[in-house]
T-cell receptor
Framework: AQSVTQLGSHVSVSEGALVLLRCNYSSSVPPYLFWYVQYPNQGLQLLLKYTSAATLVKGINGFEAEFKKSETSFHLTKPSAHMSDAAEYFCAVSVTQGGKLIFGQGTELSVKP | EAQVTQNPRYLITVTGKKLTVTCSQNMNHEYMSWYRQDPGLGLRQIYYSMNVEVTDKGDVPEGYKVSRKEKRNFPLILESPSPNQTSLYFC??????????????????FGPGTRLTVT
């Protein structure tokens, strides 16, 4: 069965610092992985997706993620945090049955001035 | 514009009063789902539909009903809401995409969410 674990429910960084949000997955088939962002009082917005075409995936707003099969990881990074990046981030893996996504618990990112 | 719409966006109701949250998509997607989002739990699937008249339970179906009479619509029904159904609800639609590695995956498009409070 597929599953996703996000390490750290809260991450705090200073403006301009590196952002690293961790995600590990479990999947018995080639995974289809996503990162979504949710700004306060808003819905889910797709940041980026991995579809096995390339291991380094670039998304919107300067975010990227690298798929590492040996580590079963799909960590999200951004070189320099902006105040506007403060939000909750969800990692998800797609499963065949039910056409659904299995979500991690979410990581709330705070950015300090 | 491709989108998933939900109504209402906000709803406050009382225990036991039946309600329906509507969901509609304009992308001709076969698959539609309902999720609920609760703090610390991420999003969990309530029900899903693989096509018209085909629905099945997700991970947390208790207390909910759905129907899929038209491809574009997938309403969520709470026959007798209770306070533990206070949550943020998302509708999503998707189509099947086969990955180059041979796996199957679903790119999901989410609605804006419905914040439900049951008192």
């Amino acid at each position: 069965a597929q599953s996703v674990t996000q390490l750290g429910s809260h991450v705090s960084v200073s403006e301009g610092a590196l952002v690293l949000l961790r995600c590990n997955y479990s999947s018995s088939v080639p995974p289809y992985l996503f990162w979504y962002v949710q700004y306060p009082n808003q819905g889910l917005q797709l940041l980026l997706k991995y579809t096995s075409a390339a291991t380094l995936v670039k998304g919107i707003n300067g975010f990227e993620a690298e798929f590492k099969k040996s580590e079963t990881s799909f960590h999200l990074t951004k070189p320099s945090a902006h105040m506007s990046d403060a939000a909750e981030y969800f990692c998800a893996v797609s499963v065949t049955q039910g056409g659904k996504l299995i979500f991690g618990q979410g990581t709330e990112l705070s950015v300090k001035p | 514009e491709a989108q998933v719409t939900q109504n209402p966006r906000y709803l406050i109701t009382v225990t036991g009063k039946k309600l329906t949250v509507t969901c509609s998509q304009n992308m001709n997607h076969e698959y539609m789902s309902w999720y609920r989002q609760d703090p610390g739990l991420g999003l969990r699937q309530i029900y899903y539909s693989m096509n018209v008249e085909v629905t099945d339970k997700g991970d947390v179906p208790e207390g909910y009903k759905v129907s899929r009479k038209e491809k574009r619509n997938f309403p969520l029904i709470l026959e007798s809401p209770s306070p533990n159904q206070t949550s943020l609800y998302f509708c999503a639609s998707s189509s099947l995409r086969r990955t180059s590695g041979g796996g199957r995956g679903y790119e999901q498009y989410f609605g804006p969410g419905t914040r439900l409070t049951v008192t």
